[in-house]
């Protein structure tokens, strides 16, 4: 089998509606489904998505407009996406990534965004510069469990 040696890219820009939150999340999940990932990956990175994507809403712009971009690559069987605002920043990162920590508990918000995409993502990267916004990026591979089953089923039938 001829392995793809280009990766494939994709960007997506959309107004800081809430609204826009489920079209992030749908849009992201159609273009990692190339991958074929099990139910339980592409749930996984809906919810992280949905919550880096909310988390430029109300926390990056406060629900004023503003612009929330995506940009999603596959790479052999991984998938990366950043995910930007440019709105107000956060001050200090690692007290933002604590559990349960919320600067808007007015809001009924958990504090536990960040802590969800750590635990639905292989790896989550924070970049925030105050009053010029905030880039989350993160990564998961794809596990081929298929392709794996097929493979070894070659091997026990050579046998
Ligand atoms: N894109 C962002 N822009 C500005 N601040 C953010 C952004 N994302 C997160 N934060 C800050 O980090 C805190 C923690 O985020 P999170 O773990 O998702 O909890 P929650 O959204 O429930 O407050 C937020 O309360 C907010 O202060
Ligand atoms: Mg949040």
């Not at 794809?142 to 050579?158: A, G, N, Q, R, S």
């Amino acid at each position: 089998m001829i392995k793809e040696q280009f990766e494939n890219e994709m960007k997506l820009e959309f107004t800081s509606k809430s609204s826009n939150e489920a079209f992030a999340r749908i849009a992201v999940a159609a273009f990692v489904s190339q991958l074929d990932p099990t139910i339980e990956e592409l749930a996984d990175i809906k919810t992280a998505v949905s919550e880096a994507v909310t988390n430029s809403i109300i926390h990056g712009y406060e629900n004023k407009q503003g612009i929330v971009k995506i940009c999603g690559k596959l790479k052999d069987n991984k998938i990366i996406l950043e995910i930007s605002d440019s709105g107000k920043g956060i001050e200090n990162i690692d007290v933002a990534k604590e559990p349960l920590y919320t600067t808007k508990p007015n809001l009924e918000r958990s504090g536990m965004g960040f802590t969800i995409m750590e635990s639905f993502m292989d790896k989550v990267e924070v970049e925030s510069i105050v009053d010029v916004g905030t880039k989350v990026t993160m990564e998961k591979t794809i596990k081929k469990e298929d392709l794996l089953d097929e493979e070894e089923l070659k091997i026990t039938t050579k046998e």
